[in-house]
C-alpha cells in the first residue's frame, strides 16, 4: 500500500495554523516584548502545561515506534514502513509544538514568562499565588525566588540555535518539506534537550502557581512504551501472517 505522505504533510501544515491560531489569539501589536502580569501568568501555566505534555506525547510517540523498528528483524516489511510514516507524523507534530511554547511572539508562552520573572515584584507576586493554592497558607517569598531562580537556570540551558532552526523550519513551506530536509533544521539529539527543559519549565510553572505536581514529561515514557509494545506487537503478527490485510 502506497503510504499518503502529500496527506500527512498537508496534515503537519494544518495543525501547524491550528497552533498559530491558538498563539495569535494572544498576540499583541508589541507582543515581541510584552510581559505578562501575574494574573496572566497564573492563567496561561495550564495551556503551556498542556501544549508541554502534547509535545512530549509526540516525541513518546515517534520513540516508541523508533524502538519497535529497530528491534524488528524484517525491515523491509510494508508494516515497517507504515510504522515509519507514523514516526515521522509524530516527529513532525513534536517540531511544530516544542516551537509553540516558546514563540516569543506570543503573550502565551515560556518566552513572556521569563521576562515577568525579571520584574522585581515578581517574587511577592508568585509567594502570594502559591500560598493562594490549596492548601493556602502564609507567603513565603525566599521559596518562591527558589523556584523563580530554578526556572531561570533551566531557562538558561535551552539552545537558542536549535530553537531558532525551528524557527526556520515553521517558516518554511511545512506542507511540502521532504523528510529527509528535517534534518537541515534539527536533530533529533536537539529536539529530545529541547523537548526535556520545555517540558521541566511548564512543569515548574505549574508548581509555582498552582501548588500541583503535574509534569509533562511523564507522557513522554508513556507514550513510548504504548507505541513500542502496541507496534512491535503488530510486527510480530505480521511476521506471524496472523493479520488479514
Same mark, same amino acid.
Given at each position: 500500500?502506497?503510504?499518503?505522505?502529500?496527506?500527512?504533510?498537508?496534515?503537519?501544515?494544518?495543525?501547524?495554523r491550528?497552533?498559530?491560531?491558538?498563539?495569535?489569539?494572544?498576540?499583541?501589536?508589541?507582543?515581541?516584548?510584552?510581559?505578562?502580569?501575574?494574573?496572566?501568568?497564573v492563567?496561561?501555566?495550564?495551556?503551556?502545561?498542556?501544549?508541554?505534555s502534547?509535545?512530549?506525547?509526540?516525541y513518546?510517540?515517534?520513540?516508541?515506534?523508533n524502538?519497535?523498528?529497530?528491534?524488528?528483524?524484517?525491515?523491509?516489511?510494508?508494516?515497517?514502513?507504515?510504522?515509519?510514516?507514523?514516526?515521522?507524523?509524530?516527529?513532525?507534530?513534536?517540531?511544530?509544538?516544542?516551537?509553540?511554547?516558546?514563540?516569543?511572539?506570543?503573550?502565551i508562552?515560556?518566552?513572556?514568562?521569563h521576562?515577568?520573572?525579571?520584574?522585581?515584584e515578581s517574587?511577592?507576586?508568585v509567594?502570594?499565588?502559591?500560598?493562594?493554592?490549596?492548601?493556602?497558607?502564609?507567603?513565603?517569598?525566599v521559596?518562591?525566588?527558589k523556584?523563580?531562580?530554578?526556572?531561570?537556570a533551566?531557562? !538558561?540551558r535551552?539552545?537558542?540555535?536549535?530553537?531558532?532552526?525551528?524557527?526556520?523550519?515553521?517558516?518554511? !513551506?511545512?506542507?511540502?518539506?521532504?523528510w529527509?530536509?528535517?534534518?537541515?533544521?534539527?536533530?533529533f539529539?536537539?529536539?529530545?534537550?529541547?523537548?526535556g527543559?520545555?517540558?521541566?519549565?511548564a512543569?515548574?510553572?505549574?508548581?509555582?502557581?498552582?501548588?500541583?505536581?503535574?509534569?509533562?514529561?511523564?507522557?513522554?515514557?508513556?507514550?513510548?512504551?504504548?507505541?513500542?509494545?502496541?507496534?512491535?506487537?503488530?510486527?510480530?503478527?505480521?511476521?506471524?501472517?496472523?493479520?488479514?490485510?
Amino acid at each position: 500500500m502506497k503510504r499518503n505522505i502529500t496527506g500527512g504533510r498537508v496534515l503537519i501544515a494544518l495543525l501547524y495554523r491550528l497552533f498559530s491560531r491558538m498563539t495569535n489569539r494572544s498576540k499583541s501589536r508589541s507582543s515581541q516584548q510584552y510581559t505578562p502580569t501575574i494574573e496572566e501568568v497564573v492563567r496561561m501555566a495550564p495551556k503551556l502545561n498542556e501544549w508541554a505534555s502534547m509535545t512530549a506525547h509526540a516525541y513518546g510517540l515517534y520513540a516508541g515506534i523508533n524502538q519497535a523498528i529497530g528491534e524488528t528483524k524484517d525491515k523491509a516489511a510494508p508494516v515497517v514502513g507504515h510504522a515509519d510514516y507514523y514516526r515521522q507524523m509524530a516527529a513532525l507534530l513534536c517540531v511544530v509544538r516544542v516551537f509553540a511554547t516558546v514563540d516569543r511572539q506570543a503573550k502565551i508562552s515560556l518566552q513572556s514568562v521569563h521576562r515577568y520573572f525579571k520584574k522585581p515584584e515578581s517574587v511577592a507576586e508568585v509567594a502570594q499565588a502559591y500560598a493562594a493554592s490549596p492548601p493556602q497558607g502564609s507567603p513565603n517569598p525566599v521559596q518562591s525566588q527558589k523556584f523563580i531562580d530554578q526556572f531561570n537556570a533551566d531557562y !538558561a540551558r535551552i539552545d537558542w540555535k536549535a530553537l531558532g532552526n525551528l524557527q526556520s523550519f515553521r517558516n518554511t !513551506a511545512i506542507a511540502h518539506i521532504g523528510w529527509d530536509e528535517v534534518n537541515r533544521f534539527v536533530t533529533f539529539g536537539q529536539l529530545e534537550a529541547l523537548l526535556g527543559i520545555v517540558s521541566k519549565l511548564a512543569g515548574q510553572l505549574t508548581v509555582m502557581t498552582s501548588g500541583l505536581n503535574n509534569w509533562p514529561d511523564e507522557h513522554r515514557e508513556s507514550a513510548r512504551d504504548n507505541a513500542y509494545h502496541k507496534w512491535s506487537a503488530i510486527f510480530a503478527a505480521d511476521a506471524a501472517d496472523r493479520i488479514d490485510y
